[in-house]
T-cell receptor
Framework: GDSVTQMEGPVTLSEEAFLTINCTYTATGYPSLFWYVQYPGEGLQLLLKATKADDKGSNKGFEATYRKETTSFHLEKGSVQVSDSAVYFC????????FGAGTTVTVRA | ETGVTQSPTHLIKTRGQQVTLRCSSQ?????VSWYQQALGQGPQFIFQYYREEENGRGNFPPRFSGLQFPNYSSELNVNALELDDSALYLC??????????????FGPGTRLTVL
């Protein structure tokens, strides 16, 4: 079945450090790929998406590129801030969303 | 533009009881999906509603049921509550049949605790 595997956390970084969260997927067909972010006590917010191979999604300094050949959609940010502390979920969509387990990111000042 | 809203925010029930959770979809959206998120885990798909009919279901027993209304709002009903039903229940809406078909926007969730 369709599934997503993402890098286990927790990840702890200093402010202005580079962030990478790895995500790979298995799917029948051609899914759209997403990154969602969840702040403590809140629902999920859409961070970025890509709908086909080689598409790059970007938002708030975060980027991810849909790599069909490696079935990956790694999330990157060049310089993190304390406000980026959250849980990040990679997901694929083939009418329903299938999520990874989530990666907790903590950014220290 | 009004986002996805859910009610109530928190709920405490006892084993064996029944619960109804409510969701209002984002304006312009016609599809609603429900997810269960246990503590420390990723959300799991429960089911999706489109045109007031169930349009796909995840691996959840029949005591999880739902409704969608003509205004695209939705309810999630859970009968015979079990301790393992304690979770954050998330509603998401999307616009099926448009270029944004695959993109789901989430509400803040309802935290259900079963004692």
């Amino acid at each position: 079945g369709d599934s997503v595997t993402q890098m286990e956390g927790p990840v702890t970084l200093s402010e202005e450090a580079f962030l990478t969260i790895n995500c790979t997927y298995t799917a029948t067909g051609y899914p759209s790929l997403f990154w969602y972010v969840q702040y403590p006590g809140e629902g999920l917010q859409l961070l970025l998406k890509a709908t086909k191979a080689d598409d790059k999604g970007s938002n708030k300094g975060f980027e991810a590129t849909y790599r069909k050949e490696t079935t990956s959609f790694h999330l990157e940010k060049g310089s993190v801030q304390v406000s980026d502390s959250a849980v990040y979920f990679c997901a694929l969509s083939l009418y329903k969303l299938s999520f990874g387990a989530g990666t907790t990111v903590t950014v220290r000042a | 533009e009004t986002g996805v809203t859910q009610s109530p925010t928190h709920l405490i029930k006892t084993r064996g009881q029944q619960v109804t959770l409510r969701c209002s979809s984002q304006s312009g959206h016609n599809t609603v999906s429900w997810y269960q998120q246990a503590l420390g885990q990723g959300p799991q798909f429960i089911f999706q509603y489109y045109r007031e009919e169930e349009n796909g279901r995840g691996n959840f027993p029949p005591r999880f049921s739902g409704l969608q209304f003509p205004n695209y709002s939705s309810e999630l009903n859970v009968n015979a509550l079990e301790l393992d039903d304690s979770a954050l229940y998330l509603c998401a809406s999307s616009s099926y049949g448009t270029s944004e078909t695959d993109t789901q926007y989430f509400g803040p969730g309802t935290r259900l605790t079963v004692l």
